[in-house]
């Protein structure tokens, strides 16, 4: 299955197929995008992030694309498993060192 | 690996009351980030310090206020606690410099205020 953008805040994906989260940012001046996870009752969990001067970077089973003409971001999780089932939300940071702008979180739920 | 350390956990408290929530980084961390997430929503930051000096402020009421101490860990103060208040607040730590910038996030302390 495939988000179509966080005004829906629940994508459900069957395990082993791949998930794609979609993420709209504002700030032109962002130069760090990142992607994390969280775990109900949990702390966000660093998942991979992206540099403005890139489009893509690889990670283990994720693949984080950046548009930066439409401002998008996407995470693409491969063979997605039951333990991907958490909120992932998209942030955005102006500095290396700068507080985090959160997006809204997309709800994945994996299905046997 | 040690990760960052926020305690209570879990805090109950009545309105006009007031809250300390606790923050230990990570070792050799030296920037501290807060941020507060409500139901359903996404964590919003609250304010920063770096080597124990403010470094950013974001959305915290003038009823908050925080420290970071000579030991790096911190402190969130919360004061005339309302129902508004009831939230989970993080705390993140990150090591500035030598391309280092990813924000280690604890486990959170749930306020809640009746």
């Known amino acids: 299955g495939e988000s179509v953008g966080l005004h829906l805040p629940t994508l459900s994906v069957q395990e082993g197929d791949n998930s794609i989260i979609n993420c709209a940012y504002s700030n032109s001046a962002s130069d760090y995008f990142i992607w994390y996870k969280q775990e109900s009752g949990k702390g966000p969990q660093f998942i991979i992030d992206i540099r403005s001067n890139m489009d893509k970077r690889q990670g283990q089973r994720v693949t984080v694309l950046l548009n930066k003409t439409v401002k998008h971001l996407s995470l693409q999780i491969a063979a997605t498993q039951p333990g991907d089932s958490a909120v992932y939300f998209c942030?955005?940071?102006?500095?290396?060192?700068?507080?985090?702008?959160f997006g809204a979180g997309t709800q994945v739920v994996v299905t046997p | 690996a040690a990760g960052v350390i926020q305690s209570p956990r879990h805090l109950i408290k009545e309105k006009r009351e007031t809250a300390t929530l606790k923050c230990y980084p990570i070792p050799r961390h030296d920037t501290v980030y807060w941020y507060q997430q409500g139901p359903g929503q996404d964590p919003q930051f609250l304010i920063s310090?770096?080597?124990?000096?403010?470094?950013d402020k974001g959305s915290i009421p003038d009823r908050f206020s925080a420290q970071q101490f000579s030991d790096y860990h911190s402190e969130l103060n919360m004061s005339s606690l309302e129902l508004g208040d009831s939230a989970l607040y993080f705390c993140?730590?990150?090591?500035?410099?030598?391309?280092?910038?990813?924000?280690?996030f604890g486990p959170g302390t749930r306020l809640t205020v009746l």
């Open positions: 993140a730590s990150s090591r500035t410099g030598q391309g280092q910038h990813e924000q280690f």
């Open positions: 942030a955005e940071k102006e500095l290396s060192w700068g507080k985090l702008q």
């Open positions: 310090f770096y080597e124990k000096m403010q470094s």
